[in-house]
């Protein structure tokens, strides 16, 4: 299973990125897939998680009402939309396969993607 982030970039706060997590490999129907992300100086953390069929998402306390993440399986590809941006979310994000969600951790992450950085600066 190889999955690639991309779709990271500099932006100012209060803005807009969508993350994208291409799967190849695999389908993508048979994977949870979890956004994660690692601050510069920080230990990582779960971000968030959505079910392999998308019935189920979850959402770290710090980014729900701001942050979407979805699927679409026929193009093999997840998403994680991020508005209303602040400092704090300034991260390396990844995107990972997984057996099934469990909140936004990382317990069983079967695949693990390369990073895209994100940065909120004005």
């Known amino acids: 299973v190889q999955l690639q982030a991309s779709g990271g970039g500099l932006v100012q706060p209060g803005g807009s990125l969508r993350l994208s997590c291409a799967l190849s490999g695999f389908s993508l129907d048979d994977f949870a897939i979890g956004w994660y992300r690692r601050a510069p100086g920080k230990e990582r953390e779960g971000v968030s998680c959505i079910s392999s069929g998308g019935g189920r998402t979850y959402y770290a306390d710090s980014v729900k009402g701001r942050f979407t993440t979805s699927r679409d399986n026929a193009k093999n590809t997840a998403y994680l939309q991020m508005n209303s941006l602040k400092h704090e979310d300034t991260a390396v994000y990844y995107c990972?396969?997984?057996?099934?969600?469990?909140?936004?951790?990382?317990?069983?992450?079967?695949?693990w993607g390369q990073g895209t950085l994100v940065t909120v600066s004005s």
């Open positions: 990972a396969a997984l057996h099934l969600c469990v909140g936004v951790r990382d317990d069983t992450v079967d695949a």
